[in-house]
């Protein structure tokens, strides 16, 4: 039987088992094919899909039921506090938050000249330098819920499963205007040429595509990566904006810590810039984490223990700490000892 033949098997299969998973299933590979230019197969398979009926199976079929899991198990609703004007940003993307806004805020405008606001969102960079305070800034800003997607239970373990999930999340997200933010968003959207990946996975991104284009403007769409290389390039084509997150400089450092110390109720002797010196090449969230533990050592002191001598004491922790850069550095010497045994 040809390849052809075999995809259309799949799709009128549909009829027994899980048919919500099955049909997002082909209608995933539908899209692969497409994308092939495989148009003849990609119509075969689209007649067949439309053969098959919708109504859940007989409740005394021996097929095997997927868990079910709703669009809104999937997500998590956060309530967004942060303001666009409090965090601190690479001007770009300052200047593309505030002009989101704005899209949104006057999509009437834009409507009555024929465009839709921009409402699909990339964030790339790494980790604890505000991706997801972006989003939820996005979200305070225009007075949306903000969800997060969680992945737990989006990501399912059989056939099929994955697509039936991303269809009832979407579903659920296009009923309202909200931010839907997506974190480490190449847990999904991994590059389909990949040969260490699964045919589930490609599958998974083809009908991911689909959905972002199917996608209304209303619902806003942030999603974010730490490694934009693993992305698939259709993936990256499907956003209107792509923002870069970079690691901060130590200056930039400089002026968070001064917003911070500014809150305190006692700023400390020792000045932001040499707090960040001693620092040294840190993240926002790797900072804000340095200062709350300052003022936790300050607020159990209950009075005995001041502002400084807390940050000269977590100062002299902070050497200590373990990093990712360490961690590497003991693999390193430890696989030269062992070379060094060996020989």
């Known amino acids: 039987m040809a390849r052809s033949d075999l995809l259309v098997s799949l799709v009128r299969a549909s009829a027994v088992g899980d048919r919500e998973a099955l049909r997002s299933t082909a209608e995933a590979i539908v899209a692969d094919e497409r994308a092939k230019k495989h148009y003849i197969v990609a119509d075969r398979l689209q007649r067949a899909l439309s053969t098959v009926p919708i109504t859940p199976p007989a409740l005394t079929t021996s097929a095997p039921q997927l868990n079910p899991v709703n669009g809104r198990e999937a997500i998590l609703e956060v309530t967004a506090r942060l303001r666009l004007d409090d965090l601190l940003l690479p001007l770009p993307a300052q200047q593309s938050g505030r002009q989101l806004i704005e899209e949104h805020q006057r999509a009437d405008v834009l409507r009555a000249s024929g465009f839709e606001p921009r409402h699909r969102v990339l964030l790339s960079g790494p980790p604890g330098n505000g991706k997801t305070s972006f989003a939820e800034a996005i979200a305070e800003g225009l007075g949306l819920p903000f969800y997060v997607v969680r992945y737990d239970a989006l990501i399912g373990s059989y056939l099929g499963e994955t697509n039936a999930r991303l269809r009832k999340l979407f579903d659920y997200v296009r009923t309202t205007p909200s931010v839907l ?68 400089h130590r200056k930039e450092i400089t002026v968070f810590l001064d917003r911070v110390f500014s809150d305190w109720p006692s700023a400390p002797k020792l000045s932001p810039a040499k707090v960040a010196a001693k620092l040294g090449m840190v993240s926002y969230a790797e900072a804000l984490d340095f200062c709350q533990n300052v003022r936790r050592r300050q607020i159990l002191g ?42």
């Open 302 to 343: 209950l009075g005995e223990v001041s502002v400084d001598e807390s940050l000269r004491a977590e100062l002299g922790l902070w050497t200590a700490r373990v990093t990712p850069e360490t961690l590497n550095a003991e693999r390193s010497d430890e696989a030269a000892s062992e070379a060094d045994a060996a020989g």
């Open 181 to 248: 933010f997506f974190d480490e968003f190449d847990a999904i959207g991994k590059e389909r040429g990949d040969t260490h990946e699964t045919g589930e996975i490609k599958r998974v991104v083809s009908f991911l595509l689909m959905q972002l284009d199917q996608l209304p403007s209303y619902v806003i769409l942030v999603a974010a990566t730490n490694h934009g290389e693993l992305l698939d390039r259709a993936v990256w084509r499907r956003f209107q904006m792509r923002l870069a997150m970079p690691a901060p």
